[in-house]
Nanobody, 119 residues
Framework: QVQLQESGPVLVKPSQTLSLTCSVS??????????WAWIRQPPGKGLEWMGN???????YVVPSLKGCTSISRDTSKNQFSLQLSSVIPEDTAVYYC???????????WGKGTLVTVSS
């Protein structure tokens, strides 16, 4: 079974870059059976799908975040990462990594990590 774990700093200052890594076990990020995504939830708000990376390394980022968001991977470590530049306090959220088994529309979630943007 796929297991996901987020890691990275939990406090980021405004204008800096938020960087998170998702470590994957039980499945390969190079497998076409899955798409690997970043999703966040600001306090008191709903889930916001940010973007994903596919088995071949291709990525998609939602239009509102295209200018400041990068999703990448390290296949040797079976990890994928998120970089969000020029953060503001409104970027404070619980950040989740997520795997979707596309054939069955089945989702696997990390536990999430709260990242606070504050000076």
């Amino acid at each position: 079974q796929v297991q996901l774990q987020e890691s990275g700093p939990v406090l980021v200052k405004p204008s800096q870059t938020l960087s998170l890594t998702c470590s994957v076990s039980g499945g390969s990020i190079t497998s076409s059976a899955y798409a690997w995504a970043w999703i966040r939830q600001p306090p008191g708000k709903g889930l916001e799908w940010m973007g994903n990376i596919r088995y071949d390394g291709s990525t998609y980022v939602v239009p509102s975040l295209k200018g400041c968001t990068s999703i990448s991977r390290d296949t040797s470590k079976n990890q994928f990462s998120l970089q969000l530049s020029s953060v503001i306090p409104e970027d404070t959220a619980v950040y989740y990594c997520n795997a979707k088994r596309t054939q069955y529309n089945m989702d696997y979630w990390g536990k999430g990590t709260l990242v606070t943007v504050s000076s």
